[in-house]
């Protein structure tokens, strides 16, 4: 049995070799139940971008915000021309989780929308081919009335096509005066 699962082969010799996709492979699969490291690697280094998400004003925080994205936002971060081994490792790990991010709008709301990943529990997609300024960002609160939680719905009907607007209105706006980060991909 163990030489059929390292080979492959049920009756002959040779060597005890196995594509690692399939070590990997839970035992109930047929594999053998190994973690894959890189995917590993890649969760803990998640965790320490949350931790720079939830905590900016901690130490570590701090000292990566000054060096590596003075913008204040790490999901802005610009890629690293050169940086410690650790940023770079975070740099790419948040490259691959990025699309897992998800910002919830608060009162007056400072996402942007053609730009940042954003919406209510799951993100919004946007079907309409709009004008998009790079040096300008249109943001959430210029389509939300002011110091309120609602929507206004003249100016999104104004910018946006019907179902656009008809997906954003469907969007809660949070009461916290800040926006708040999530991760989409939970499970629960």
Not at 57 to 70: C, V
Not at 92 to 114: C, E, K, V, Y
Not at 126 to 150: K, P, V, W
Request: glycine letters at 8%.
């Amino acid at each position: 049995m163990l030489y059929t699962m390292w080979t492959g082969k049920s009756n002959k010799k040779g060597w005890h070799m196995l594509p690692w996709n399939r070590i990997c492979l839970p035992k109930s699969a047929g594999g053998m139940g190994f973690k894959d490291l890189h995917d590993f690697n890649i969760a803990l280094l998640g965790k320490q971008i949350w931790k720079l998400i939830c905590e900016p004003d901690s130490l570590l925080g701090q000292i990566y915000r000054s060096k590596y994205f003075p913008s204040g936002n790490i999901l802005d971060a610009p890629k690293p021309s050169r940086g410690s081994f650790a940023w770079q490792g975070i740099y790419n790990a948040l490259q691959r989780l990025f699309p897992g991010f998800l910002h919830r709008p608060g009162i007056n709301s400072n996402i942007r929308i053609h730009k940042d990943i954003w919406g209510g529990s799951s993100p919004i997609e946007l079907t309409g081919d709009y004008e998009i300024s790079d040096e300008f960002h249109i943001r959430c609160r210029d389509f939300m009335i002011r110091n309120q939680t609602a929507w206004d719905t003249v100016k999104l009907n104004n910018y946006f096509n019907p179902f656009d607007a008809d997906a954003i209105l469907h969007i809660p706006i949070i009461n916290d005066q800040r926006d708040s980060i999530l991760w989409s991909h939970n499970a629960q």
